[in-house]
């Protein structure tokens, strides 16, 4: 079946630090990957995405690269803010099946 | 450009009674996709609609559960009986037939007392 498996949470950095969060993915057919973002009391905001191997999504300071070898699309950023401080989410979409399949989200908290 | 609508925002409703959500898709979008976060879950698809016509439910539950995007108006998520373990943020998401990218609701957060 298809799958997203995130890192733990919550995570706890301080600003200006370099952030990972990690994920992996299972899935039968050619998926795109996503990275969600939701900040308190909101919906989910499209941060970042890639649709084939080897593709790099970037955004706000954010990337993520599709490795297919590894089935793995981890977050990261150079230099965190307090205004980053949300719960990420990643996601897989098979092609043709226009469904996303969620991980199930790690907290990030910046202190100034 | 408005986003993806949904109201209520907050639903509170007691058990055995019915909760209908609401969402209506971005201007120009088609399609409608139901997501349900139990507390510190991820979301879970549940249903894919488009005008008129069910396309996957595969993640609605048997029972209690119906979606509907008539043709005119928003689309409908109906709770018939709720139970506590109904209690979520329900989000609807919105496509367009070009690209099939997914924009976001708000969200509905129901409780049942």
């Known amino acids: 079946g298809n799958s997203v498996t995130q890192m733990e949470g919550p995570v706890t950095l301080s600003e200006e630090a370099f952030l990972t969060i990690n994920c992996t993915y299972t899935?039968?057919?050619?998926?795109?990957l996503f990275w969600y973002v939701q900040y308190p009391g909101e919906g989910l905001q499209l941060l970042l995405k890639a649709t084939k191997a080897d593709d790099k999504g970037s955004n706000k300071g954010f990337e993520a690269t599709y490795r297919k070898e590894t089935t793995s699309f981890h977050l990261e950023k150079g230099s965190v803010q307090v205004s980053d401080s949300a719960v990420y989410f990643c996601a897989l979409e098979i092609q043709g099946a226009q469904k996303l399949v969620f991980g199930q989200g790690t907290r990030l908290t910046i202190n100034p | 450009n408005a986003g993806v609508m949904q109201n209520p925002r907050h639903l509170v409703r007691r058990r055995g009674q019915e909760a209908r959500l609401r969402c209506s898709p971005m201007k120009g979008h088609s399609h409608v996709y139901w997501y349900r976060q139990l507390p510190e879950e991820g979301l879970k698809f549940m249903v894919y609609?488009?005008?008129?016509?069910?396309?996957?439910e595969s993640g609605m539950p048997k029972e209690r559960f119906s979606a509907e995007f008539p043709k005119e108006g928003p689309s409908i998520l109906r709770i018939q009986q709720v139970v506590r373990g109904d209690s979520a943020a329900y989000f609807c998401?919105?496509?367009?037939?070009?690209?099939?990218?997914?924009?976001f609701g708000p969200g509905t957060r129901l409780t049942v007392t």
């Open positions: 998401a919105s496509s367009g037939s070009d690209t099939y990218e997914q924009y």
């Open positions: 899935a039968t057919g050619y998926p795109s």
């Open positions: 609609l488009q005008k008129e016509n069910i396309i996957d």
